[in-house]
């Protein structure tokens, strides 16, 4: 299983909706992914902004029990991939490592394939359309981020012969 940590600041909006968003979509595809959240200033514990979860739920998304959590290092080891909302968090990240693992990237960048400088806008304190609004822009990343994971997994899965299947007798 493919394991993906969504990481914006306080994790309690954009990561945990981006989270939300990924393992319905992923789910829905027949995929084996899986995606968490964290923040890089989290208050370890609060749940999700009521707001957030409403503009989920409007889209029919209804996201598991959520309780923030701090991004460290420990917790990254434990993903293949960490895909943050802005060019900040990515760098917030990397400094936690003396040599930065390769897996670090801001959730545009990692969709369009390019060093794309754009930050996905953080909604909280804003109105509930801006809520919407945020939802419906990581719906559009989460999107093509799991068409560029599929498209990568079909092309880099090599053919495999069971070769423990296969008796002394008959060739491979």
Do not use: W
């Not at 707001?51 to 991004?71: F, K, S």
């Amino acid at each position: 299983m493919t394991k993906v940590l969504f990481v914006c600041t306080a994790n309690v909006c954009r990561s945990p909706m981006a989270a939300a968003i990924f393992n319905v979509l992923a789910e829905d595809r027949g995929l084996s992914f899986r995606a968490e959240s964290a923040g890089t200033a989290a208050i370890e514990g609060r749940p999700m902004a009521s707001n957030a979860v409403a503009a989920l739920e409007e889209v029919g998304i209804y996201p598991e029990a959520h309780r923030a959590r701090q991004a460290s290092r420990t917790l990254i080891d434990g993903f293949e991939l960490v895909l943050t909302m802005s060019l900040q968090h990515a760098a917030a990240l990397r400094q936690l490592y003396q040599c930065p693992p390769p897996g670090i990237h801001t959730l545009p960048a990692y969709v369009f394939g390019t060093p794309y400088e754009m930050d996905i806008p953080d909604p909280y304190g804003h109105t509930m359309t801006t809520y919407r609004t945020s939802v419906r822009q990581l719906h559009t990343y989460v999107d093509r981020f799991l068409d560029r994971l599929e498209q990568e997994r079909r092309l880099s899965v090599p053919f495999r012969v069971d070769r423990a299947a296969l008796s002394d007798n008959e060739p491979p």
